[in-house]
């Protein structure tokens, strides 16, 4: 059994470390808006799964110089698998595990914005294989996906999506059920996205939910640690202070709007 001592690390400004031959790639699979965020950062505290992070999304490329330079500012192009094997190579903590979250939306942009001619049949399997063959996948959805919906609203009409952003939205947001439910159900279409892309593809993954991961936080850290590793931990220390999702007064308030419209049992807003 092998000790892990959590430490507080920066989430948005990895270092990248010399390359390593031996590689245990991971991706967190995952939607907006579903604590993918706290799950990188805690993993990211164990200093043994790498530096986890948004390396598919402009802002998080830009602010780090080394992932702008190399990409230009445009992950999304055909140099997309030299930059998936530059992170996967370079962003680990010493020992070869690194990972990157990736959501629904950015595997459809893969398949639907890039022109890559060596596939003989272009699909979402045919490019999940060829960029993230390799890779382990942590599967994380959200239970309550209407709590999820109207979160992604919300950061969708402010553009914050992250407590270090800075909101660009002057006045009021107004709570609006039909883009709610809109956003409910493409956060379902995706999830089931994945499962249907991880099951046809007989892929190795485990599947965790946000709300477990909020209760039974060092369970779940070791049930991942021991499938990208093999392996039982023990937990010297305690984690660190985590960036958990804050329950605003406009979320609370959706949320209860939301049960005077809704009225089926099905619907659980926590």
């Given at each position: 059994?092998?000790?892990?001592?959590?430490?507080?690390r920066?989430?948005?400004h990895?270092?990248?470390?010399?390359?390593?031959?031996?590689l245990?790639?991971y991706?967190i699979?995952?939607?907006?808006?579903?604590?993918?965020?706290?799950?990188c950062?805690?993993?990211?505290?164990?200093?043994?799964?790498?530096?986890?992070g948004?390396?598919?999304?402009?802002?998080?490329?830009?602010?780090?110089?080394?992932?702008?330079?190399?990409?230009?500012?445009?992950?999304?192009?055909?140099d997309?698998?030299?930059?998936?094997?530059?992170?996967?190579?370079?962003?680990?903590?010493?020992?070869?595990?690194?990972?990157?979250?990736?959501?629904?939306?950015?595997?459809?942009k893969?398949?639907?914005?890039?022109?890559?001619?060596?596939?003989k049949?272009?699909?979402?399997?045919?490019?999940?294989?060829?960029?993230?063959?390799?890779?382990?996948?942590?599967?994380?959805?959200?239970?309550?996906?209407?709590?999820?919906?109207?979160?992604?609203?919300?950061?969708?009409?402010?553009?914050?999506?992250?407590?270090?952003?800075?909101?660009?939205?002057?006045?009021?947001?107004?709570?609006?059920?039909?883009?709610?439910?809109?956003?409910?159900?493409?956060?379902?279409?995706?999830?089931?996205?994945?499962?249907?892309?991880?099951?046809?593809?007989?892929?190795?993954?485990?599947?965790?939910?946000?709300?477990?991961?909020?209760?039974?936080?060092?369970?779940?850290?070791q049930?991942?640690?021991?499938?990208?590793h093999?392996?039982d931990?023990?937990?010297?220390?305690?984690?660190?202070?985590?960036?958990?999702?804050l329950?605003?007064?406009?979320?609370?308030?959706f949320?209860?709007?939301?049960?005077?419209?809704?009225?089926?049992?099905?619907?659980?807003?926590?």
């Amino acid at each position: 059994m092998r000790d892990v001592t959590f430490e507080k690390r920066d989430y948005l400004h990895p270092v990248p470390n010399d390359k390593y031959q031996n590689l245990n790639p991971y991706i967190i699979a995952t939607t907006q808006r579903s604590g993918s965020t706290l799950l990188c950062e805690i993993l990211l505290q164990t200093g043994i799964c790498g530096q986890p992070g948004e390396y598919l999304s402009s802002s998080f490329i830009k602010r780090n110089k080394e992932l702008d330079d190399f990409t230009k500012g445009k992950p999304f192009s055909r140099d997309l698998d030299q930059y998936i094997s530059n992170v996967f190579g370079h962003y680990h903590l010493g020992n070869g595990t690194s990972g990157i979250k990736i959501t629904w939306d950015q595997m459809l942009k893969i398949e639907n914005d890039l022109s890559l001619p060596f596939y003989k049949k272009k699909s979402i399997k045919s490019s999940f294989k060829h960029f993230f063959k390799s890779s382990k996948i942590i599967f994380l959805t959200r239970g309550n996906t209407i709590s999820q919906a109207i979160s992604k609203y919300i950061a969708t009409e402010n553009n914050k999506w992250h407590q270090w952003d800075t909101p660009t939205r002057k006045g009021d947001i107004e709570f609006c059920k039909d883009s709610i439910l809109k956003i409910s159900s493409e956060i379902k279409e995706h999830n089931e996205g994945w499962l249907s892309l991880l099951t046809n593809l007989k892929l190795k993954y485990i599947h965790l939910t946000y709300e477990e991961l909020c209760i039974n936080t060092e369970d779940v850290v070791q049930k991942i640690l021991k499938f990208l590793h093999s392996q039982d931990f023990c937990f010297k220390n305690s984690l660190s202070t985590l960036t958990k999702p804050l329950d605003s007064e406009i979320k609370l308030n959706f949320e209860n709007e939301f049960r005077k419209l809704i009225k089926h049992p099905s619907i659980n807003i926590k």
